[in-house]
């Protein structure tokens, strides 16, 4: 029985209005009704922040994450939203490096790091992003990147930020695509992920350090991905967006 306990997040990306979320969480509370067996993290657009937090206030086990941040506290950043305005609605996480903020926005591995440090100097639980490309996967270079992007985002961290980190493997070619990687595949590159961490900081640390798989996660294949030993929970897309579905997946993450 691993130490970690499961963390199953649902990133809805651009999707739902405040009303259809409150809908969303009414059907999910009714769907776990007491279900305490992992941590779930419900991490909508930054508009439906108000409303889920006076929501989730109501549903123990439940937790918020924001989609992103900026790293500065304030200032001529238009669009952008700071850790300090994420605390004001009681958001407990953030994800950060997400695959698309590094494709369509050009995130870099420095820029992310100084978002992951924010968050930490704001008490936020960061939910660092990893993972590669097809290409890159095909050039047997997924390795290469994963280190690449772990020592880039966690650079400055001490042991006990690290504890309170994160790490969401999602391969790039597996998102929105329908294809997922093997639970093999998936497993071999948390283990990676799990030896990089012990290199960058310790093994005590390393392994005590959660992390998620996301890529296509369907309640038909989370149970045989979350029953791997590095696999400590889903970063869920599509398959979020339906309270049902996505609560088969949690249910599969109590089990596994």
């Known amino acids: 029985m691993s130490m970690r306990k499961k963390i199953i997040a649902a ?3 651009m999707n739902m209005t405040s009303a259809e979320a409150a809908s969303f969480m009414e059907d999910l509370d009714l769907e776990l009704k007491n279900f305490d067996g992992v941590e779930v993290v419900i991490v909508p657009p930054f508009t439906s922040l108000p409303k889920l937090s006076e929501i989730a206030n109501d549903m123990p086990g439940f937790a918020i994450g924001a989609q992103n941040m900026w ?62 490309t097809l290409a890159e996967r095909d050039a047997n270079k997924h390795h290469d990147v994963l280190a690449r ?29 329908g294809r997922t990687a093997s639970p093999e595949q998936a497993q071999e590159a948390h283990a990676f992920i799990r030896k990089t961490l012990t290199e960058l900081f310790d093994a005590p640390t390393a392994a005590k350090v959660r992390i998620q798989y996301g890529g296509s996660v369907k ?38």
């Open 149 to 177: 992007q772990l020592k880039g985002g966690l650079a400055g961290l001490d042991a006990d930020q690290m504890l309170d980190t994160v790490i969401a493997y999602e391969p790039v070619w597996a998102i929105g695509t």
């Open 219 to 256: 309640p038909d294949n989370a149970q045989e991905l979350l029953h791997q030993p590095d696999i400590d929970g889903a970063l869920v897309g599509g398959a979020s967006l339906d309270s049902r579905s996505f609560a088969k997946i949690v249910k599969a993450g109590s089990r596994a």
């Open 71 to 132: 790293h500065e506290a304030s200032g001529a950043y238009t669009g952008e939203v700071s850790a300090g305005m994420l605390r004001e609605f009681f958001t407990r996480y953030v994800v950060l490096g997400h695959s698309e903020r590094r494709t369509i926005f050009g995130e870099s591995d420095d820029l992310i790091n100084k978002k992951v440090k924010a968050a930490h100097a704001a008490s936020l639980r960061p939910i660092l992003c990893v993972g590669e």
């Open 11 to 13: 990133n809805w990306k």
